[in-house]
């Protein structure tokens, strides 16, 4: 025979998930009072960097991410533009943001005539699942920009 | 506190070859965004920027922010013209600075 299921023990299952998650989340040590970042945040960041020039995102500048993140705490991030690395064709900076964080700078790299390629990787902490935006700056003040998402299993909470 | 930096390269390329250099250094990045037990939030500290260069000459610069995980990695890649020594310069919050070389021969 079936067992059958009591609506008021489904009610306090779902009682007690609801108190878990919370608990876990409180555990987790989110830091409280402090705003994360909204893309348009970060969107305000791009233009700045940009110098008033339209962002291209015709695939010139590569932002390797994972889909998924497990520990926001160290995420694996790899940005590469592809240049001559001389003359115009010259990558003097890439900047990286995320805009969910509670602050959407990450770092900026700075390349020369000696990187030979504009490649950079790096690990970087993200709060929650957010985009991650990459802006490219080039010698002759062109600038391309990729952009990607990166689900958060835990959040990397500045710590 | 950060301890010893680690930096990987090859030992020796071709003149003009393009080499990739990992660099690790242990430093509990403090975000400034967490609390203690109290309550009270713990004061920023973090390796705030990494230089390189090589015989002198600028390689590759990261300004970095608290967003960058603790034991700061990178990985960047140097177009190598002669024998020469790189320097690695990691600048500190507390203004401290950690520093490495390490030779390259270019045949």
């Known amino acids: 025979m079936v067992k059958e299921v009591h609506p008021m023990e489904m009610n306090r299952r779902s009682v007690l998930g609801i108190v878990g998650a919370a608990t876990t989340v409180a555990a987790i040590g989110l830091p409280v009072g402090i705003a994360n970042a909204t893309p348009e945040d970060a969107m305000a960041k791009v233009r700045e960097f940009a110098g008033g020039k339209e962002p291209q995102t015709g695939g010139k500048l590569t932002l390797n991410t994972p889909e998924i993140a497990e520990n926001g705490n160290s995420v694996p991030v790899g940005v590469s533009v592809d240049s001559a690395m001389e003359g115009d064709d010259m990558v003097e900076e890439i900047m990286i943001l995320a805009d969910g964080n509670p602050n959407p700078d990450v770092v900026t790299f700075k390349f020369t005539e000696l990187s030979g390629e504009a490649v950079a990787e790096t690990r970087m902490r993200l709060a929650k699942t957010q985009d991650v935006v990459a802006v490219a700056k080039m010698a002759n003040g062109d600038v391309h920009m990729a952009k990607a998402p990166v689900k958060v299993t835990i959040g990397g909470c500045g710590g | ?107």
Not at chain 2, 31 to 54: A, C, H, L, M, W
Not at chain 2, 66 to 93: L, M, Q, R
Not at chain 2, 95 to 105: C, F, H, K, L, P
Request: charged fraction near 30%; proline fraction near 7%; charge should be negative.
């Open chain 2, 1 to 107: 506190m950060a301890s010893k930096p680690r930096v990987k390269l090859p030992k020796s390329a071709s003149a003009g070859e393009v080499i990739t250099v990992k660099t690790l250094i242990s430093h509990e990045m403090e975000s400034g965004q967490r609390k203690d037990k109290n309550g009270e939030v713990i004061p920023r500290q973090i390796i705030n920027k990494f230089t390189v260069t090589f015989n002198e000459k600028p390689v590759f610069e990261a300004d970095i922010e608290p967003a960058i995980s603790s034991n700061p990695y990178f990985e960047f890649s140097v177009k190598v013209p002669e024998s020469g020594t790189f320097h690695f310069k990691w600048e500190d919050d507390d203004g401290s600075v950690y520093e490495t070389e390490e030779a390259i021969e270019v045949a």
